[in-house]
């Protein structure tokens, strides 16, 4: 029926000498489309998530081992990227192991959350897109499941992303209860993992106060804003730090600041992780600017 109208349509607005090149340009194109079909479009939008044995876990795969319930074991994840830029996907595996035989079709969210535990992005879905329901499974098999979450566009960036992962009935939404491997109890959404988040585009920072200070050739403090000279005792002093990344750190290094009176009294100190905690130094990535 839609070769045959297509056909028609196409016709009406070409002259009738043309009708048998249109009739086989038509059929040709049609053909060409339903060969592809099953193998192009079809299987894949149908395809289930890989099943394998204990035995068959990559040693790619990085350990998590947290129990949902009596019924799925987390095993572990693999992920190909260690930043993503906002809004853009990230890519996940997850590899999750059926502790028994299940009659509920259970659904699975992964979720990104950014500075301030803001959520920038998440997915929530059945295994494999729902080719897989969790009732199908039994008991021992270990599927490895794949997940896109895309990041906000809007995310506050740079900043370490936090991966949380949780299961739920799909009626009703009630996640199951959460253990780690030795059976205790774990609050709900737990995080398995973090990566970078980085910014659209790079910034470049003019501090209001210049300086090049090498750090260990790990890093330069390249200036501050000082936001008010004249602050009243018992008063925030509010300054901001600006640093320049010389190679990359395999540590999370803590910064502090003293304040200190004329005599070299200490009169205020902070110690603190970047950007509280939200952007760890291990993050930085080379001649990267940090406010």
Known sequence: AIAFFMFAGVTAWAPRRYGAILMVLVLAILVSVSALAPTRYILPAYAQPTRLTIEQAPATMNDVYIGFGDDLFLLGYEMDQDSVQAGQDLHLRLYWLARRRMTRDYAIY??????QGERIGGVDTHPGGGNL?????????MIRDEYVVHIAPEATAPTAGAIRVGVYEAQGRKELPITDAYGR????????????IAPVRPFHYQPQQAAQVNLGDKVTFAGYDLVSDDVAAGNPLAIALYWQTLSRMGKDYTIFMHLVNSAGELAAQVDGQPLDGDY??????LGEQIR
């Not at 609050?187 to 398995?192: A, D, E, H, M, N």
């Not at 760890?280 to 990535?285: L, S």
């Open 110 to 115: 992964v979720h990104v959350f950014g500075r």
């Open 133 to 141: 329901p969790t009732r199908l499974w039994l008991p021992g098999d």
């Open 185 to 196: 109890t774990l609050g709900p959404s737990p995080q398995i993992a973090s990566v970078r």
């Open 280 to 285: 760890p130094t291990h993050y930085w990535q």
